[in-house]
C-alpha cells in the first residue's frame, strides 16, 4: 500500500491511465478530477504526488504534477537527463558530424550528451578511435551490446544510474539490444524482423518510459527508446557561439590575437594549438570550421529572407 504523498514518475499515459513507477511499485493511476477539470494534463517523465483514491480503496490518483525541467517533442517525455547517442563501429556507417549536431543540441535544452559506439566487435579500431576523438567532449563508450560473452556496457550504466534517459540514433545501430539488456527485456524483441512484425506502428504513438534493472543500478534510472535521430534539431545558435559547445575549447580558454576571433583560421588563433596538443581532434575542429560555415549560410539566408 502506498503512503498519501508519494512522489512517482510517470512511465505512460494511455487513454487518461497513467503508469506510475514509485519506489519499485507500478501504479496504475487517473488524474485527480480537480485536475482533470483545470485542464492539467502530464506526460512520460512527469514527476506526481500519488494520494490515496477517495473512491476506489486500495488505488491512487494522481494528485499535483511537479514542474518539468525540459521536454523533448518527440519522444514527448519530460525530465530528461541524458541522451545517450548511439551508432555503430562500422554498420550502419557512423555520421560523426551529425554525432556533433546532436551534442550541440542536447547541450543547448540543457541535457547531458554520452556517446555509445556501439558493435566495437566489427571494427574495434574504428571503435577505439571514435572514442578517442570524443576523449574530451563527452563520456563516450564502446560496446558490444550483441556479444553474448560480454557486452561491455558497465560503464554506460553507470553514466546512465539515477538517471532518466534518452536512447537515439540511427536504425540498426542496437538501441533496442541495449535496452533489452538495461530493461531485462521487459519491452520487445530486437532483430530486423520480429521488431517490425511485433510493433508495426503501434508502440510509436505513446512513449514509454522502462525502469532500469534495479541489480544494475544504484538508484531508480529510467529509459526510453526513440526511433531515429528525430528528437533534436540543431537550435538557431549564432555562429560565434558555436564554441561554447565544445568543452575541449572552453575548458581550456586561451586568448585568440582578434577579440572576436571565430576559430576558424584566423592568425594568432588558440585553437589550432589545442589541436597539436592532442586536446580537441583534429577530426572535431574540421567538423567544427564546416558547421560553422553551415551556421553562417543559414544566418545570411535568415536574413535574406526577411528582406525579402
Ligand atoms: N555485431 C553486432 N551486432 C549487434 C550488436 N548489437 C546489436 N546488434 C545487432 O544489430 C541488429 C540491430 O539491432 P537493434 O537493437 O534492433 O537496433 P536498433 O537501433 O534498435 O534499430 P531500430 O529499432 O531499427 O532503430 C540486430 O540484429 C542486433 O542483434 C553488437 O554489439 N555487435
Ligand atoms: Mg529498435
Ligand atoms: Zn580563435
Redesign the pocket.
Known sequence: MMAAGNTGTILKGVGGLYSVYSSGTVFECRLRGSMRLEGISPVTGDSVVLENDPNTAGSAVISAVLPRRNVLVRPRVANIDKIVL?I??L?PAPDLMLVDKLIIAAMAAGIRPVLVV?????DGTAAASICAQYKNAVECFA?????SSG?GLEPLISAIDGCTSV?A????????????ILTGGAFMA???IS??TL?GRHTTRHAELFPVLGELVKEPSFII?S??FSLLELPGIAPRDLSGYYPEVYNHKGECRFQDCSHTGEPGCFVPGLVSEGIMAAERYERYIKLYRELEEREKNKYKNRKG
Open positions: 548511439v555503430a563501429s554498420s556501439n558493435k566495437a566487435d566489427q560496446t558490444k551490446a550483441g556479444d557486452h536512447l540514433g540511427q536504425s540498426g545501430v542496437g538501441k533496442s539490444t541495449i535496452l533489452n530486437t532483430g530486423d521488431e517490425k510493433r527508446d526511433p531515429g
